[in-house]
């Protein structure tokens, strides 16, 4: 294990994740204990992206840079750098930049279970990668998220959509197979609606997996 | 809205370095991770110096504001603003200094693999700052929120201890001594909290 690790927000690689900027502060460090990311945006532009947390997932963001307006429920709150924000579980929630370069951290965990990481801003992650052609990186990615949840069927199906976009029609079709072995019944309405899984439809055995 | 300036959360000064603690997780009953803020004059400590091998949490510092130089097991580090610190080595000794006017440092930790439990030394730091009768109510009305720990139970025993409560004091360093010998013995040794009971005959340590 490194002893410590020094890393300034700006040298880590953004992610673009549903029309936000992405900082995997947790995937880049390997940090354990909660999630933590950040998300960077210039004036006018969406830092958190508009989403509500399971019950049980509690969120703190904090301002580091720049000023952000947030939209908790149905109140919006200024927030200048140094600024905490908390959102109780099923809130829903969004921020926006009120000035260049505003980054804001986000920490969560669920309340009573140990964290664990792998799941969407590891998704988002591999994404990236294979956008930028670097298609070994983002197998690598998925494979841990895999690894450490084997049980839940996201992130099997997440490595069929990838394979599917990377143009891997065989690997994609055998994830789908896992993912429905996994959870039959939660992976239908994806399979049935899921652009990415669009390369694929033509295919028997997708035909078959959908029967 | 739950949305608070770290300059506008409650300031409570720890130990004799100018540390001024910041409670986040507390202020918002935060369950699932730990995450306070710290402020502190330029030259002050704005991370206190210690391990965490009791707690074996791994944390992350985020120098959110101003500048700090973090030594990390004897190695000075620069850590200008945007700067995070992340130590995954519970045993790694650690601590900050404010190097610029308005440091702001935000620390977030936990036990790897472990459903968090918030971390004992909050209910002592801020007993620390009231008379130690109210420190004692405090610490007893709050304790259920933590796990059961000897350094509770301990700084309990001092409180209780510089409150006259000799009975109350001897109760708790004894609980104490049963749960973690080999620290409270430690932390007996140098504490002028337990003066007053330490000639006791009931006293559960040997003397150092």
């Given at each position: 294990?490194t ?13 673009e994740y ?6 995997p ?6 940090f354990r ?10 004036t ?9 947390e ?22 919006t ?30 920490v969560?965990g ?11 801003d590891s998704?988002?992650?591999a994404?990236a990668?294979?956008r930028?052609?670097?298609t ?11 690894d450490?949840?084997?049980?839940r069927?996201?992130p ?19 994830y ?19 652009t990415?899984?669009?390369?694929l ?11 | 809205m ?31 991770f730990?995450t ?13 110096e210690h391990?965490?091998t ?42 900050a200094?404010a ?12 036990k ?14 801020r007993?620390?700052?009231m ?14 929120e ?7 139970h ?14 109350g004091a ?22 002028s ?16």
């Amino acid at each position: 294990m490194t002893a410590y690790n020094v890393v300034s927000l700006d040298e880590i690689e953004r992610v673009e994740y549903l029309g936000s900027n992405l900082i995997p502060v947790r995937y880049t460090l390997g940090f354990r204990p909660a999630g933590t990311n950040a998300w960077f945006a210039d004036t006018g532009g969406q830092l958190v992206p508009p989403h509500e947390e399971d019950a049980g997932s509690e969120e703190l963001y904090v301002v580091v840079r720049g000023r952000a307006k947030f939209t908790v429920g149905a109140e919006t709150g200024d927030a200048p750098k140094g600024t905490v924000v908390y959102v109780p579980p099923e809130v829903h929630r969004t921020a926006v930049a009120e000035e260049d370069g505003t980054v804001v951290l986000a920490v969560g965990g669920r309340i009573g279970e140990p964290f664990r990481g792998g799941a969407w801003d590891s998704f988002a992650i591999a994404d990236a990668h294979r956008r930028a052609g670097r298609t070994e990186e983002g197998r690598e990615v998925l494979r841990q998220a895999r690894d450490e949840h084997p049980e839940r069927m996201a992130p099997v199906y997440n490595s069929a959509c990838w394979e599917a976009l990377a143009g891997n029609t065989d690997e994609a079709i055998e994830y789908l197979r896992q993912a429905v072995e996994i959870d039959a019944k939660g992976v239908r309405p994806y399979l049935e609606e899921d652009t990415d899984l669009d390369p694929l439809r033509d295919d028997p055995r997708f035909q078959e997996l959908l029967a | 809205m739950n949305i608070v300036h770290v300059d506008e959360l409650e300031l409570i000064t720890v130990g004799d370095h100018g540390l001024q603690w910041r409670p986040i997780r507390s202020r918002f009953g935060i369950r699932s991770f730990g995450t306070n803020a710290y402020t502190a004059d330029v030259g002050d400590e704005i991370v206190e110096e210690h391990s965490e091998t009791g707690q074996g949490h791994e944390e992350m510092y985020v120098v959110i504001t101003g500048r700090a130089t973090f030594t990390l097991d004897g190695d000075d580090v620069d850590a200008p603003a945007g700067t995070i610190v992340h130590l995954p080595d519970p045993s790694v000794r650690r601590k900050a200094v404010a190097e610029a006017p308005e440091t702001r440092v935000l620390a977030v930790g936990g036990k790897p693999g472990e459903a968090f439990r918030p971390s004992p030394w909050e209910l002592g730091f801020r007993g620390a700052r009231m008379k130690p009768g109210e420190a004692v109510e405090y610490i007893e009305q709050h304790m259920h929120e933590y796990p059961d720990a000897a350094e509770t139970h301990f700084n309990l025993a001092c409180f209780k201890a510089l409150s006259g409560d000799a009975d109350g004091a001897i109760a708790e360093l004894t609980r104490a001594q049963e749960m973690d010998p080999e620290h409270v013995r430690r932390w007996a040794a140098n504490d002028s909290d337990l003066d007053s009971i330490r000639n006791d005959t009931r006293y559960p340590l040997e003397a150092t």
